[in-house]
Nanobody, 130 residues
Framework: QVQPVESGGGLVQAGGSLRLSCAPS????????MGWFRQAPGKEREFVAA???????????DYADSVKGRFTMSRDNAKNTVYLQMNSLKPDDTAVYYC????????????????????WGQGTQVTVSS
């Protein structure tokens, strides 16, 4: 069983930065595709970023258009942790951010779709004030 646990949310002014962390349990972390999704009040959950690999390949990352150039997702396999570095934050980035994990390999799955992911964290609140 893999249980992602998010941390690092908080309140920040527009233009500021935050770094979210997700530390899922489980021994096969390095092979998992990891994703970040967010849900704002009254809105559906949406894709933010994903990070994964194919067998024997380097890691890939992909981002929603709304965060490209501002957010960076990375992982540290030694620490069993993925990160979401969020810069130039906007009030529209205010949401609960969820970390998700799947054992599926990058080219075999639809990383933008929430139904792809088997395991989800409880979420961490990010609030950006104007």
């Amino acid at each position: 069983q893999v249980q992602p646990v998010e941390s690092g949310g908080g309140l920040v002014q527009a233009g500021g930065s935050l770094r979210l962390s997700c530390a899922p349990s489980g021994r096969m972390f390095s092979s998992y595709t990891m994703g970040w999704f967010r849900q704002a009040p009254g809105k559906e959950r949406e894709f933010v970023a994903a990070h994964g690999s194919n067998i024997g390949s380097a890691y890939y990352a992909d981002y929603a258009d709304s965060v490209k150039g501002r957010f960076t997702m990375s992982r540290d396999n030694a620490k069993n942790t993925v990160y979401l570095q969020m810069n130039s934050l906007k009030p529209d980035d205010t949401a609960v951010y969820y970390c998700a994990a799947t054992p599926g390999r990058w080219s075999m799955i639809r990383v933008h779709e929430s139904g792809t992911y088997n395991y989800w964290g409880q979420g961490t609140q990010v609030t950006v004030s104007s």
